[in-house]
């Protein structure tokens, strides 16, 4: 079968609120400045090759060029006026995330900033075991107030596999719905997910996946990640169903 699992929808311990590489009670934006730095510092040819397209209304597009390579697919683009996107590069992922409150225990995965799936040592390990070399991991340093860290080594995951799975036509009544040709919402309570068809025929060898017609932040997962996760007695978002298999 197939899993999907949604990326929390509210702050709490698997999406802790705060900002990338500055503290949130003085600014949200330290991974953008940074990013923004890096680019202005570089000869042309070099900007041109981190960023191939028309600079946006403030001169710049690079920052959030590199924020959604985080969760698309490589060579895939945002729209047809900008580049594809590249892979990522040694200075782009970010370095450390500043809570805006202290976390005594938080998820296996967690949503950093809403949209980044991030990962402890415990779920990375399942990950390479059972899926080795198609998935990237960048440590990530959690801060807290009061000049504390997490204890537990965290890293933002890149998932690489990209599929074509969901099948919409046999996709039961209400589970989904799309709003743009080509791209879908799922309803994401348990009973709407369990109607939400997909083929193995595409899917069968994968483990861990996005699917490229979804809106919707849900990562896929098989039934061997998944019980390799529920046996380690991993603590993981709370939406995380069985959906459907055709």
Request: hydrophobic letters at 30%.
């Amino acid at each position: 079968m197939v899993w999907g699992l949604c990326l929390p929808d509210g702050f709490g311990d698997g999406w802790p609120e705060g900002s990338f590489e500055s503290d949130p009670k003085v600014s949200d934006r330290g991974w953008y400045e940074r990013l923004k730095a890096h680019y202005l510092e570089q000869d042309p040819d070099t900007q041109k090759r981190l960023y191939g397209g028309e600079l946006d209304e403030y001169g710049l597009s690079y920052p959030g060029y590199v924020k959604r390579k985080f969760y698309n697919e490589v060579g895939s683009k945002y729209n047809q006026y900008k580049p594809p996107y590249s892979e990522i590069e040694g200075h782009e992922p970010p370095m450390f995330f500043h809570t805006r409150r202290g976390h005594k225990e938080l998820f296996s995965l967690v949503a950093m900033g809403g949209t980044y799936p991030t990962v402890d040592e415990d779920l990375k390990s399942i990950i390479e075991t059972i899926e080795p070399g198609v998935h990237q991991f960048y440590p990530l340093e959690i801060r807290m107030p009061a000049n504390k860290i997490y204890p537990k080594q965290y890293h933002t995951l890149v998932i690489g596999a990209f599929l074509d799975s969901f099948d919409f036509a046999q996709t039961k009544e209400g589970a989904a719905h799309s709003p743009d040709p080509g791209r879908f919402n799922l309803d994401t309570t348990k009973k709407a997910m369990a109607g939400a068809a997909f083929r193995k025929s595409e899917f069968d060898g994968h483990h861990l996946w996005r699917e490229r017609t979804f809106r919707s932040q849900i990562l896929c997962f098989s039934d061997e990640m998944r019980d390799a996760i529920v046996q380690a007695g991993l603590k993981m978002p709370r939406k995380f169903y069985q959906m459907l298999e055709v």
